[in-house]
């Protein structure tokens, strides 16, 4: 097993098959996270935070676009199993140790984009003949730069002031949705015979 | 590869060399990771020496925590990789980063150590060190770990080592950017957050110590080595020519070989610090010189000290 995307064609491409799963993946992972998002940003912003819904939304919505239209993608009999099984798991998750129950919610969703933006590096799987000219290419680079910048709302709040009395409690929900994502990240790169890092 | 725990997290570490053997424990920089100290250990081993190196909780193949990383949990996770060597000479070598935790090693843990050479290091936030270190963050936050390294490569070495690799850059980086991640260089980062400064508790290390700074480090200079340098009884301050702050990457068999001869000195019972201010040679094996007498190492302009 490699630990990159390939092997390669000759113009630097990655195999379609791979394309097709790892864009499956991404879209079932942002996608869950554009709904949600979608489902807490309210018509009107009254609170300068709620900026940060809007532009979460749309960047996530960004993503899935462009990974629809730059993926070659091809019949994959395997997927509909497997993305089953991802959407169960992006469902809201119980925080446990968190009083408030109205802040519980928000950062279920908090740790659950915190997982998908920092633990998925997407381009980090391509290898260094992968043709910058190629769109799937430059859609994964441009993925894991957005989420390395989406990443910064939820840092900001899993360790904002509201929530040090429940700092214990908050990390470890983050830790346990870090590593339920890795797990499936994991489990698909190995279906396409990629060997990712712990 | 062996782990070492630390709560629910695992840290990697790599022990090489004979057990009975006086050990080097070396301590990696911020964007670092265990495989840049290889010339370190192969250099060491020679010279019959243990050599134990680690990837720090956040870095490389040991475990990322999600959200916080305490500087505590750094001194704890070498208190027990230290544990492992057993009850031979241990010696502690720490750069920038690597060497605070060093330093606050030797502070609470000095009694278990021969000998200790922070490198590249400080013992507080000096204003400059602070705005350049929050620069650095924003800079992590807003292009990544390629960005934060495209800053810290020209400022931490010299033209003469960048210059053949120009055309080759994103080679040079790339491995460092594979293994680290940006939310865990981040919290690495924001471990500085509540820092506390170390110098009025410098003056409990008793340990022989010997400070290495390069000659052109602006990321950490002159006077925050001066610091270390006044405030342990046994040290001296070793200063390397035409070197910056990544020295151990441009000079590492020079560097190698500076830290054996300390150990060397040490367990034969000839260091004497004195607080002296020395310079080291060009070259590995060179001869180690006083710096000029009458001048002030903290200036960059050959200017005459002021009398007591």
Known sequence: ??????????????????????????????????????LVLPLRIEAAWQTELNAQFYRESEIVSLLQRATAWVPDLALGYMAASWEAAWFAAPVEGIADTARAPAVGLATLAHAVHAGIRPAAL?????????????????????????????????????????RNAVSAALEKRHAEVRKLWREMLASIGIDARE | MPFLNH??????????????????????????????WAAYRDALLARNFRVATFDLLGQGVSDKPALFINQDDHVAVLHRLIGELGEGPVFLSGISFGGLIALRYAIEHGQRLSGLVPMSCFAELSPQLMLIGNALRTGLILGGTGYLQDLLLPMNLSDKWLKPLLDKLDSVKRQGWLVNDVYALQNLMESFLDFQPLTARLSSISLPTMILNGEFDFLTPRALHETLRVEIPNSALVIIPEAYHAFTLEKGALTADLLARFAEDVLAGRWQGNKAVLVAPDEPGGEITPFPAGYDHLRAIPVRRAGP
């Open chain 1, 126 to 166: 391509l290898p260094t003949e992968a043709s910058a000219a190629d769109p799937f290419v430059m859609a994964l680079r441009r993925i894991e730069f957005e989420s390395s910048r989406l990443l910064q709302a939820q840092i900001l709040f899993l360790k904002g002031p509201d929530l040090v009395p429940s």
């Open chain 2, 7 to 36: 709560g629910s997290y695992r840290v990697r570490y790599e022990l090489d060399g004979p057990a009975d053997a006086p050990a080097y424990v070396l301590v990696n920089g911020l964007t670092q990771y265990s495989e840049l």
């Open chain 1, 1 to 38: 097993m490699s630990g990159f995307l390939g092997p390669l064609d000759a113009d630097g491409r990655v195999p379609p098959q791979q394309q097709t799963r790892v864009a499956a993946f991404l879209i079932s992972a942002h996608g869950a996270l554009a709904r949600q998002y979608a």
